[in-house]
């Protein structure tokens, strides 16, 4: 006899994690935002939170990757424990699409750099696929032929 099926869950799988990774990096935010006596455990809280990520293999959100430091594990607060700069290192920054935002941590000193206004790049992928069909239809390749003659 074969084993039935169990039903498919709808929703989000492992959604305890998500919610305690939340729970986690609300809590950090709140305690570095309020008072500095509480630094140490905003701290252990950032590096609890990366932890259950990475044991529970589940995507953090990007806005969240983007406010804590990989290096100490802090929240970002800009003006409190990071600095938010934009700096662009083309030739006399003539070239708008280079700007780079740069978020410092006055805790540890890293760096985080992230492009601001520039398009992402396609996946490999695709552009592999674009300049695949570029190629073939080069003009040089065009051919016509003689409509045909009716009988």
Same mark, same amino acid.
């Given at each position: 006899?074969?084993? %039935? ?42 590096? %609890? ?12 959100? &990007? %806005? ?34 280079? %700007? &780079?935002?740069? &978020? ?48």
């Amino acid at each position: 006899m074969a084993k %039935d099926k169990l039903p498919k869950t709808k929703g989000v799988l492992n959604k305890h994690l998500h919610a305690r990774t939340a729970f986690l990096y609300q809590a950090a935010t709140y305690l570095t935002l309020h008072g500095s006596s509480n630094a140490g455990l905003a701290l252990q809280l950032g590096s %609890d939170l990366q932890t259950v990520s990475r044991k529970g293999q589940i995507r953090v959100n &990007v %806005d969240v990757k983007r406010n804590i430091c990989k290096t100490c594990n802090s929240v970002l607060v800009p003006g409190r424990t990071a600095t938010h700069e934009i700096e662009n290192h083309s030739k006399g920054a003539k070239k708008p699409w280079a %700007d &780079v935002l740069v &978020v410092g941590c006055n805790l540890c000193g890293s760096e985080k750099r992230f492009p601001v206004g520039a398009k992402r790049q396609q996946k490999k992928t695709a552009r592999s696929l674009q300049t695949s069909i570029a190629t073939t239809q080069s003009p040089s390749r065009n051919i016509t032929c003689p409509p045909l003659r009716e009988r």
